[in-house]
Structure formats: C-alpha cells, structure tokens
Antibody, heavy 121, light 111 residues
Framework: QLQLQESGPGLVKPSETLSLTCTVS??????????WGWIRQPPGKGLEWIGS???????YYNPSLKSRLTTSVDTSKNQFSLKLTSVTAADTAVFYC?????????????WGQGTLVTVSS | QSVLTQPPSVSGAPGQRVTISCTGS?????????VHWYQQLPGTAPKVLIY???NRPSGVPDRFSGSKSGTSASLAITGLQAEDEADYYC???????????FGGGTKLTVL
C-alpha cells in the first residue's frame, strides 16, 4: 500500500523559507505514470494546488506561487521536496503531499496525512 | 476565489438524497477535463470519492455518484448517513492556468 509522509518545521518566521519533504513508501517515486504534488489548506478554508513534479524533475507550478516556489525530487531517497520563500501569515496552512496521474483522469489518488505549518514570529 | 464554484453548505436528513454542484468554465470542466470529488472528514486528509466524473474507487459505497454536463458537475449522495457529514471538494484541470484546480468546498450537515 502506497504511503506518503510529510515532514518539516511546524513553525516558520515571516520572510523566511518554508521547506517540506514528502517521503514515499510502498511504491517507487520513479514511476512513469505519476506526478507528485503539493496541496495546501489554510485553517478553515479550502484546498489549493501548489505544484507538481515528475521523477525526471519536470514541474508544474500554480501561477500565483510560481515566483516563490521551488520543488525537487530525490529518487535515491524516494522523496520530493518543496521550498516556498518569503512567507507571510497568509501561507499558514496544512500542507499535503499527494500522487496524481500523468494522463487522464488527472486526479490525486494517494495523500499524505498533512502537516501544519504556521508562519509567525 | 476558487476557480470551481461549489455551494458553501448543504444539509439533509438521514435517508434523504442531496446533491452538490460544481460549476467551472470553458478552460476546465467545459474543455472536457474530468471532474473528481473528494471527501474530507474532520481532521483528516481528503480521500477520493469519485474520479473521472462517474467512477468510484473500490470501497466507496454506491450511495455516492457523480455526473458531468457542459461546464458543471454534480455529486449525489443517497440514503444519507451520519457518517457522511464532511467537507466535499470537486477538482479538475484548467488549461489556462496549466494546473489542477479545486472547488471551494461544501460542508454537508446531516440533520
């Protein structure tokens, strides 16, 4: 059974960089059939797709976050990561990593449990 | 402001049928991209309920069904149960944003 697990600091100061890693177990991140994505959910609000990465390093980013976002993949560790720079309180959210298909239907079939990141001084 | 529009809340009594709408545009649902539905129970990660407009993953009861027409889609839940009380999100792909988009979510209350 595929499992995804987010990890990273739960508290980040304003203007600093938020860094998270997702570790994939029970399957290979190098599968040609899937992208690996990040989704966030501010407290009490809805879901927002952040970006996705393929095992080759190819990326798709949400245009609203693109200027602050970098994602990477480490196939040797079966992990992918996210870095969001210049964070503000508006970036406080539960961050989920998830897997989605490369071809239609383009949906997220496996999700991590999520990790809350609070931006505060 | 979400790209896909859902009603903020719906409610129904146990045993009743409810529907949740998801309205998009010609760059997402209307462009032919599939709609998917997720259920999020309190304090948990979203779980896919319907994928490819009408398909249920194994383990999802047939009380849940999806449909799509034009620039909109709907999730129907029949025989409402207390355990169905959750937030529901629709999701599709948008070719003007070149990315995945979600609805704002609908809170289902079982009266």
């Amino acid at each position: 059974q595929l499992q995804l697990q987010e990890s990273g600091p739960g508290l980040v100061k304003p203007s600093e960089t938020l860094s998270l890693t997702c570790t994939v177990s029970g399957g290979s991140i190098s599968s040609s059939n899937y992208y690996w994505g990040w989704i966030r959910q501010p407290p009490g609000k809805g879901l927002e797709w952040i970006g996705s990465i393929y095992y080759t390093g190819s990326t798709y980013y949400n245009p609203s976050l693109k200027s602050r976002l970098t994602t990477s993949v480490d196939t040797s560790k079966n992990q992918f990561s996210l870095k969001l720079t210049s964070v503000t309180a508006a970036d406080t959210a539960v961050f989920y990593c998830a897997r989605h298909t490369v071809v239609t239907p383009l949906y997220f079939d496996y999700w991590g449990q999520g990790t809350l990141v609070t931006v505060s001084s | 402001q979400s790209v896909l529009t859902q009603p903020p809340s719906v409610s129904g009594a146990p045993g009743q049928r409810v529907t949740i709408s998801c309205t998009g545009s010609t760059s997402n649902i209307g462009a032919g991209y599939d709609v998917h539905w997720y259920q999020q129970l309190p304090g948990t990660a979203p779980k896919v309920l319907i994928y490819g407009n009408i398909n249920r993953p194994s383990g999802v009861p047939d009380r849940f069904s999806g449909s799509k027409s034009g620039t909109s889609a709907s999730l129907a839940i029949t025989g409402l149960q207390a355990e169905d009380e959750a937030d529901y999100y629709c999701q599709s792909y948008d070719n003007s944003l070149n990315g995945w988009v979600f609805g704002g979510g609908t809170k289902l209350t079982v009266l």
